[in-house]
């Protein structure tokens, strides 16, 4: 009997960036859910504060919510993209002002 379904969206694991990256993503897919986020949390808040070399933890905030973008770009909606590449957008403004200041 033929499957009648639409074809399904392109899963995260389908993604070249989640093929190249499955291990840490099975990583991290095991830990609590709050561990992530907070680690990212922690990440640009203590970039934030740090005086001269925080910028470099910005930088690797950044890094991995990219990351975290590429692999679950196929399932979001538009709404969740903008949403999302605004945050980046600001981490990396951010990024920016704390490496080059006046």
Same mark, same amino acid.
């Given at each position: 009997?033929? =499957?009648?379904? !639409?074809?399904?969206?392109? *899963?995260?694991? =389908?993604?070249? +960036?989640?093929?190249? *990256? ?5 990583? +991290?897919?095991?830990?609590?859910? #709050?561990?992530? &986020?907070?680690? &990212? ?11 001269? /070399?925080? /910028? ?9 919510? &990219? /990351? +975290?973008?590429?692999?679950? /770009? ?11 590449? !605004? ?7 951010? *990024?920016? +002002?704390? #490496?080059?200041?006046?």
């Amino acid at each position: 009997m033929p =499957d009648h379904r !639409a074809p399904s969206s392109q *899963t995260p694991s =389908d993604t070249p +960036v989640a093929r190249a *990256t499955a291990p840490l993503v099975r990583f +991290v897919s095991g830990l609590p859910p #709050a561990v992530p &986020v907070l680690f &990212v949390f922690g990440l640009v808040i203590i970039g934030s504060v740090l005086q001269s /070399w925080g /910028w470099l933890l910005l930088a690797a905030a950044a890094l991995i919510l &990219v /990351w +975290v973008l590429a692999i679950s /770009w196929p399932r979001l909606t538009q709404s969740e993209k903008l949403l999302r590449l !605004a945050v980046i957008a600001l981490v990396v403004a951010v *990024t920016i +002002v704390r #490496a080059l200041p006046r």
